[in-house]
């Protein structure tokens, strides 16, 4: 809810100086503060409380002390993540796939989650912390396709161009992104949709997911506490949920 929340707050309302303190707030360093006039107090209010809910659980999880580090540190990527988006939907002539592959999949938060995980997880045993995160990376990657193929429509109606969809129509000279600072009518979004349907953009994306989740279910994992062919076949599950829920988020 705190992830949901933060990212609505640069997303939808574009309010980069509430989200300069909503960043804050996870962090026991640093203070979050409401009193500017460009800030919005209630939001951020209830930003804090939703992580002070959260934190005041995790604290008395059998693991805390040794994931908290790792939790924040994944945290943070997932905030920076945010903050990629909003400059990309601001500076179109930023959006490269490299940098989108790189930030933009933390914003799926699923570093964090298995933090979360682990922290409740008292059999799990470190050793398999390294193959369990590089398999992270991947996975992570799945669950942003799923969400990239289900939203770049809605998110090019609200002048949302982070979405690798879109991104890689604009690399691919489908879209001009000057013509995004300038701004799109509606006519236009139709016409970028349609050009954009039209091509393999959206197939390729297909192609990877089911060659990245072949390629993981094919991959011998030597760990003893975690089952992360069961993690990776979840995915698929995942994948379902986005596919089903379109034009529904």
Same mark, same amino acid.
């Given at each position: 809810? /705190? ?8 997303? =939808? ?8 303190? &909503?960043?804050?707030?996870? !962090? ?24 002070? *809910? ?21 945290? +943070? ?25 790189? /930030? ?8 964090? =989650? ?24 991947? #996975?992570? +990657?799945? &669950? +942003?396709?799923?969400?990239?193929? *289900? ?9 949302? =161009? ?7 129509? $604009?690399?691919?000279? @489908? ?29 390729? @994306? /297909? ?6 989740? %072949? ?6 994992? %030597? #760990? ?6 069961? !993690? $990776? ?7 379902? /949920? ?8």
């Amino acid at each position: 809810m /705190y992830i949901t929340t933060v990212d609505d707050i640069v997303e =939808y309302s574009g309010d980069k100086a509430t989200f300069e303190q &909503a960043r804050k707030i996870p !962090f026991p360093n640093q203070h979050a503060d409401g009193s500017g006039s460009s800030v919005d107090a209630e939001t951020l209010d209830f930003a804090t409380r939703v992580w002070e *809910t959260l934190g005041d659980r995790l604290v008395e999880t059998p693991r805390y002390g040794e994931f908290e580090d790792i939790f924040h540190f994944d945290i +943070r990527q997932a905030l920076t993540a945010m903050e990629y988006s909003f400059l990309v939907s601001r500076r179109p002539e930023l959006a490269n796939g490299t940098s989108t592959d790189h /930030y933009d999949c933390h914003n799926m938060v699923m570093f964090g =989650y298995s933090d979360v995980d682990l922290m409740y997880s008292p059999g799990f045993e470190l050793e398999d912390l390294s193959a369990l995160r590089s398999v992270l990376w991947r #996975t992570q +990657r799945l &669950a +942003r396709i799923g969400n990239w193929l *289900t939203t770049w429509e809605r998110e090019l109606r609200e002048e949302d =161009y982070s979405s690798g969809v879109v991104v890689t129509a $604009i690399e691919e000279g @489908l879209i001009d992104a000057n013509a995004l600072v300038d701004g799109l009518s509606p006519a236009d979004v139709a016409g970028i949709t349609e050009q954009i349907k039209r091509s393999e953009i959206e197939d390729r @994306l /297909y192609e990877e997911w089911e060659q990245t989740y %072949e390629e993981l279910l094919r991959t011998v994992f %030597e #760990t003893g506490s975690i089952d992360l062919n069961a !993690f $990776i076949q979840g995915m698929e599950t995942v994948f379902e /949920y986005h596919i089903n829920s379109k034009g529904s988020k």
